[in-house]
Nanobody
Framework: QVQLGESGGGSVQAGGSLSLSCATS????????MGWFRQAPGKEREGVAA???????SYADSVKGRFTISRDTAKNTLFLQMNSLNPEDTAMYFC????????????????????WGQGTQVTVSS
């Protein structure tokens, strides 16, 4: 069973930074496609960043240059470093994973992923 546990959300002023964490198992972190998604009230869930088993990364245009996805195999944790936050980044952020036997063609599409965490709230005030 794949378990994903997000943490690190909170409230920050515009221009600030937050680092989100997603704790999982070594097997998932090392071999699954993993991604960060967000969903604001009244909006569809959207992909923010993703990383494949060989380290290939993808970012939404809206976060390129500001967000960085990474993983720490020693800690069994996926990270999302978010800098230069603005109010449009306010949303519930979710960690997701999909097994390696599935071909992932569009890693920022939510329906590519089979497993989801409970989410962590990020609120950016102006």
């Amino acid at each position: 069973q794949v378990q994903l546990g997000e943490s690190g959300g909170g409230s920050v002023q515009a221009g600030g930074s937050l680092s989100l964490s997603c704790a999982t198992s070594a097997h998932v972190l090392g071999s699954y496609w993993m991604g960060w998604f967000r969903q604001a009230p009244g909006k569809e869930r959207e992909g923010v960043a993703a990383i494949g088993r060989y380290g290939v990364t993808s970012y939404a245009d809206s976060v390129k240059g500001r967000f960085t996805i990474s993983r720490d195999t020693a800690k069994n944790t996926l990270f999302l470093q978010m800098n230069s936050l603005n109010p449009e980044d306010t949303a519930m952020y979710f960690c997701a994973a999909t097994p390696p036997f599935k071909a992932v063609w569009r890693p920022l599409r939510p329906n590519e992923y089979d497993y989801w965490g409970q989410g962590t709230q990020v609120t950016v005030s102006s």
